[in-house]
């Protein structure tokens, strides 16, 4: 396969990242509410950290929901992307 046939192929298996786009409107949801409340500012850099651990178990739930197995092997693009969101 050329690299445009995997892009495709995996566009249309992942449903366009769908799992990882819902999971980011949830943190930055919590991060929002972080950013509201009248606390120190070290404090709310701590929790906005905490807000920005849960990306890749809540993307995995989200994915079972969907249909989408976020870490399927079977494309080599979706390999690269995985290691990519883990060294964010």
Known sequence: MDLDQL??????S???G??????SVVIWFLIA?????????????????????????LAWIIGKKLGVNIFAEDNEL???????????
Do not use: H
């Not at 892009?7 to 249309?12: G, P, S």
């Not at 769908?18 to 999971?23: N, S």
């Open 7 to 12: 892009r495709d192929d995996i566009i249309q």
């Open 14 to 16: 992942q449903k366009k």
């Open 18 to 23: 769908l799992p990882f786009i819902m999971t």
């Open 33 to 57: 509410c972080v950013a509201s409340l009248n606390i120190s500012f070290n404090i709310k850099n701590i929790m906005v950290f905490i807000c920005s651990c849960p990306l890749m178990p």
């Open 78 to 88: 979706g390999q690269l992307g995985f290691l990519f969101t883990l060294n964010r």
